[in-house]
C-alpha cells in the first residue's frame, strides 16, 4: 500500500536528484495506491522531462491507468470515450481520466468512479488483514469518489482487522451516518469484526474539533517545492 503525498515528494526528490534522463519506477509489491497518491504521481509525471518507465505493474494499477496516464477523452469520440467507461459500470476500483479543464491549456487529472458502484469488496481493494487507520481512510475517499447513494462493505475474505482499523472505519462511517452523502450497508462481516464495532460504539466519545487553518503557497519550480517540504515534514 502506497498512501499520502509523502511517497510522492520522495520519489520526486529522487528523480530530480539523479543525472539520467531515463528513470525507472519499479511497482513490486504494491498492491494498492490512494487516490492522493495515484493523482499527485499522474500531476507530476506529466510534468515532468526525464522519460518515465514502469515495471511489475500489478493488474490493479494497469486497470486505473497508472502507467499510461488514464483514459484520455480529448483523444476519442464522445461515443467511444462513453463505451470505455462503461466498462468500469460493475467495477469497484477507480479508474484515472485525465482531461482538459476548461478553454486553457492546462490539463486537469481526477480520479473518478462511476456513479453505480454499490459494492466493494474490501479484502481485495484493501486486504484480508486490515491493520491501520489509513485503510479506512482509503476506503472512505473510494466511496466518496463512487457517487453512490448506498454502498454495500463486503468483508467476504477478510481475516484480521486492528482495533485501529476497526476504530477508524466506525467513525468514518457509522458513527454518524447523517453526515455522510451515502448510506453502507455491512456484508459478510466475521463474527470477530462485529463485536469490536459493538465494542467500539459502546465505547465512543466524540472528538473535539479543531479547526482548520491552511495557507495557499506557490513555488517556482520543483526544486523549491521539495526544499520547503523538507523543512516542515521529511
Not at 138 to 143: G, Q, S, T, Y
Not at 212 to 220: A, L, P
Amino acid at each position: 500500500m502506497i498512501d499520502g503525498l509523502t511517497p510522492v515528494v520522495r520519489m520526486m526528490s529522487q528523480m530530480e536528484g539523479v543525472a539520467d534522463q531515463e528513470v525507472t519506477i519499479d511497482f513490486s509489491f504494491t498492491r494498492f495506491i490512494s487516490p492522493v497518491f495515484a493523482l499527485s504521481l499522474i500531476v507530476y509525471l506529466s510534468r515532468c522531462e526525464k522519460q518515465i518507465s514502469y515495471k511489475n505493474v500489478p493488474d490493479y494499477l494497469k486497470r486505473i491507468g497508472i502507467d499510461n496516464g488514464g483514459i484520455k477523452p480529448d483523444t476519442m469520440r464522445q461515443t467511444e470515450f462513453l463505451a470505455e467507461l462503461e466498462k468500469y459500470a460493475s467495477k469497484t476500483y477507480i479508474p484515472i481520466i485525465d482531461f482538459a479543464a476548461g478553454r486553457n491549456t492546462h490539463r486537469l487529472t481526477t480520479l473518478i468512479t462511476l456513479n453505480n458502484m454499490k459494492k466493494i469488496d474490501i479484502a481485495a481493494i484493501l486486504s484480508p488483514d486490515l491493520k491501520s487507520r489509513m485503510r479506512a481512510q482509503d476506503l472512505k475517499e473510494l466511496v466518496k469518489n463512487s457517487g453512490a447513494d448506498t454502498v454495500e462493505m463486503d468483508f467476504k475474505g477478510v481475516k484480521f482487522a486492528t482495533r485501529s482499523f476497526i476504530d477508524e472505519f466506525y467513525n468514518l462511517f457509522l458513527k454518524t451516518p447523517e453526515a455522510n452523502s451515502f448510506g453502507v450497508e455491512l456484508t459478510n462481516a466475521p463474527v470477530d469484526i462485529k463485536a469490536m464495532l459493538d465494542s467500539v460504539s459502546r465505547t465512543q466519545v466524540r472528538a473535539n474539533e479543531i479547526p482548520s487553518q491552511s495557507q495557499e503557497m506557490s513555488f517556482k519550480d520543483v526544486k523549491e517545492f521539495l526544499n520547503y517540504f523538507s523543512t516542515v515534514v521529511l
